[in-house]
């Protein structure tokens, strides 16, 4: 063979060998990525045991969504199935005397909120809330069944209301020429139709669902708090509080940080020194990190985020402060 022939087959060999690396390098991350990383931080040794179960970031239904290769993370989610998944692992678990809710979440879906609840009520063991810098809305809702509430003196809490939001694009659509054609068989079958305008009719039949979902709201809290729901009714106007105005209010137990709630979990518990802990979280795994920092921030993804959470403009517990 010539010198030519010889470059071509090393070039060819060399180009091969790259693709069967990468392609091993897939796989590996793509098992590794699958594993089940909601196991513990800190699991350390046999004996009594306080668990710890995150509901961080806005509330939503259902389970993360499956990890692909290059996929994102689902950091900032607190999605109702896999907090559910936590509280039953933690109530099966023998060893584990008291569970902790640490609640660190502005709320978000009526329906999730109502499922975390469901689980909690359902619980054999103790729960507590600690609560972190905010557990608002929805975050104050899941916290109301437990047994005692905890919060920092700065924790955002209470905006105990519902909230349904509605986009209107009709002038967006009428400056670009996008023209809408909706066939329905009753007048309010497309109420919330962003291309067209909010009629009264709309807005009372909203306000009715509103209403009614508020009312719910307050049953929640005056069971959890063991007040009459006419003194949850004159603060639950929406108003986000301090974890000091909500401990003045009779919505917060005591006031202090996760290190303090530990320690009267422990107390709870029976469990003499400093507790063993078992903390049911979601870590970011190699290849979930690597496609958040590569995934550029645009106008256009921003809006399809905001859609995402807003699918068809579904009731939320939810504090839409800055």
Request: overall charge negative; charged content about 20%.
């Amino acid at each position: 063979m010539n010198k030519k022939s010889w470059i071509l087959i090393i070039s060819g060999l060399t180009v091969s060998l790259l693709l069967i690396c990468g392609g091993l390098f897939v796989v590996t991350m793509w098992i590794i990525s699958n594993t089940d990383s909601t196991e513990t931080a800190w699991n350390f040794g046999d004996g009594d045991a306080v668990a710890i179960v995150h509901v961080e970031g806005v509330i939503m239904p259902g389970d993360a969504p499956p990890v692909t290769p290059f996929g994102g993370s689902s950091s900032g989610t607190a999605y109702s199935q896999r907090v559910v998944k936590h509280l039953k692992k933690a109530n099966a678990d023998s060893n584990v005397k008291v569970v902790i809710l640490y609640v660190d979440s502005p709320g978000g879906s009526v329906f999730a909120s109502e499922e975390i609840y469901q689980q909690i009520k359902k619980m054999t063991k103790p729960v507590i809330t600690a609560m972190g810098s905010m557990a608002a809305s929805g975050g104050y809702y899941v916290s109301a069944p437990t047994q005692e509430i905890w919060a920092t003196s700065s924790s955002l809490t209470c905006s105990i209301g519902v909230i349904s939001q509605f986009l209107n694009l009709e002038g967006f659509a009428k400056q670009y020429g996008i023209t809408e054609i909706t066939i329905k068989s009753g007048k309010l079958k497309d109420t919330g139709n962003p291309f067209r305008e909010f009629s009264a009719e709309d807005r009372q039949l909203w306000q009715s669902i509103i209403d009614e979902t508020y009312d719910e709201f307050v049953r929640i809290v005056a069971e959890g708090r063991k007040m009459k729901e006419d003194e949850v009714r004159k603060i639950a106007d929406g108003r986000v509080c301090t974890g000091k105005q909500a401990k003045a209010m009779g919505l917060v137990d005591q006031i202090g940080y996760l290190p303090q709630v530990i320690d009267r979990a422990a107390e709870l518990g029976n469990i003499d020194g400093t507790p063993r802990l078992v903390e049911y979280t979601d870590e970011q795994t190699f290849l979930q990190a690597l496609g958040l920092s590569t995934e550029p921030t645009t106008p256009m993804s921003q809006l399809k985020e905001f859609v995402r959470f807003h699918p068809g403009s579904p009731l939320m517990y939810l504090y839409v402060g800055p």
